[in-house]
DNA sequence: TTCCAGGGCCGCG
DNA sequence: CGCGGCCATGGA
């Protein structure tokens, strides 16, 4: 609503605490890094967390197994898949369910903006997304009034079962599948938001969260058209695109989903 | 007004 | 197990 505003990427670790700002309409980026960080050590960090390191040419190579994730690849060219905090990634999926992008973020906004730990630079407030602590000391109602809805019982659930034990650092120890299995036990969390904190969390890029979307696009283009079990689409990305799947997920739900309101897509493999 | 949005849970057969 | 109904909310 402010021309002004700032767009915050938020990156706390044991370390310290990063910052990625650009105001909005303009091209460049600025960092700020406190605690135990320099200026090479918080470079360092962003280029991970952006995903920047990866050598996408060799990740194009090897997912590149087609006519339709080529024109994927060709329309979103150089798109990275970053990695966010377990917890704040845990959040965000479970209110994406049944839900939509932009209301996805403004209820983001509002759990931040209500309950986050304010963080001062320069005598300037910024605030830092809450920890599972914080929320697990709101009420329900006060958590619906954040816009969550019926999703409120779940982060309710979830934040406890943190706050007595459940470790995300713990399953950062673990491969993918037990690391799923792990997850899978949260209330709130099924099999694509499993997915989705493996890939957007923890940098598991193996994989294939299967949304309503994907779902749509491997069975129109990969399947004849068919339907198709989640499972079933499951082997279908791990035998395809193996320990790169999360890759070939990401090009195929963003261009497949214009390419199939546009019906551009009587293209099949 | 009605419909839909990056699912998951629950109760059925 | 596989399936369908249900769930809060607000923008189009």
Known sequence: MCRNEWEILRYTTEKGVI???????????????FGEYTS????????????????????????????????????????RITKNEPWETTLCFIISQFNNIKRIRLIMKNLLERYGEPYYIDGKKVMLFPSAERISKATIPELMSCGTGFRAKYIKSVSNEIKNGFSFDHINRLDYDEAKNELLKLDGVGDKVADCILLFGYGHLQSFPIDVWVKRIIEKVYMKNKKKSIQQIHDFANNRWGNLAGYAQQYLYWYGRTALRLEETTQTV
Do not use: C, H, P
């Open 19 to 33: 910052l990625l700002s650009r105001k909005s309409g303009d091209n460049i980026l600025k960092f700020d890094y």
């Open 40 to 79: 090479n050590t918080a470079k360092k960090e962003l280029l991970n967390r952006l995903g920047i390191n990866v050598e996408i040419k060799k990740v194009y190579s090897n997912i590149n197994t087609d006519i339709f994730i080529d024109n994927a690849i060709k329309n979103y060219y150089g798109m």
